[in-house]
């Protein structure tokens, strides 16, 4: 959804800094013996949450021929290899030619800025709540990004419970805030 006023790639560029900003604020503050600890992700570690971000990411873009160097080494540091990974896909993504490069996705034609607004900023939103929870931070997400959530889960369809995405839905507790009701529909407690 771009306004007249403003290009596809300057939509992607500002939806992909207002999901990096707090999620590297996050991570950054991730102590340093907290990075195996089990995620709110089942069988993945808060290092492995990282690991799928920075891969998930660099697969789609490099799949559609976006160079973005070599692969930062999680392993090493995490977060260092989120804010290596981040300032490269922006880098990427303020070029319109890749941001307006169409490719036919799963749900049809489409692009590939519109398809990291939709799912990779999305994912970065709900991981930045995994990554939180686990090492017992507030994610302090805001409603415009549980808006996103939200919708991002209504276009998903059932496809957001296939193997791999989330798992089914948990009913939250009755007294529930917004983000505990939002969360639990993609399966978190």
């Known amino acids: 959804m771009t306004s007249p006023t403003t290009s596809p790639g300057t939509s992607i560029a500002t939806a992909h800094a207002a999901a990096d900003r707090p999620l590297t604020a996050v991570l950054d503050a991730v102590p340093a013996d907290a990075w195996d600890r089990p995620s709110t992700c089942e069988g993945w570690t808060v290092r492995d949450v990282v690991r799928h971000l920075v891969q998930t990411q660099r697969a789609f873009l490099t799949e559609r021929g976006v160079d973005l160097g070599p692969e930062p080494d999680v392993d090493?540091?995490?977060?260092?290899?989120?804010?290596?990974?981040?300032?490269?896909?922006?880098?990427?993504?303020?070029?319109?030619?890749?941001?307006?490069?169409?490719?036919?996705?799963?749900?049809?034609?489409?692009?590939?800025?519109?398809?990291?607004?939709q799912f990779y900023v999305w994912d970065m939103v709900v991981h930045r709540w995994d990554v939180a929870r686990s090492v017992g931070a507030d994610p302090a997400l805001t409603d415009a990004e549980l808006d996103r959530v939200e919708t991002g889960a209504d276009?998903?369809?059932?496809?957001?419970?296939?193997?791999?995405?989330?798992?089914?839905?948990?009913?939250?507790?009755?007294?529930?805030?917004?983000?505990?009701?939002?969360?639990?529909?993609l399966g978190r407690a």
Do not use: N
């Not at 090493?76 to 030619?97: E, I, L, Q």
């Open 76 to 117: 090493a540091d995490p977060a260092a290899a989120w804010r290596t990974h981040a300032r490269r896909v922006a880098a990427a993504v303020a070029d319109p030619a890749v941001a307006e490069q169409g490719y036919d996705g799963h749900f049809g034609p489409t692009t590939v800025g519109a398809t990291l607004e």
């Open 155 to 185: 276009s998903f369809g059932e496809a957001l419970y296939w193997d791999g995405i989330c798992r089914p839905a948990v009913e939250p507790p009755a007294d529930a805030d917004r983000a505990t009701r939002v969360l639990a529909r």
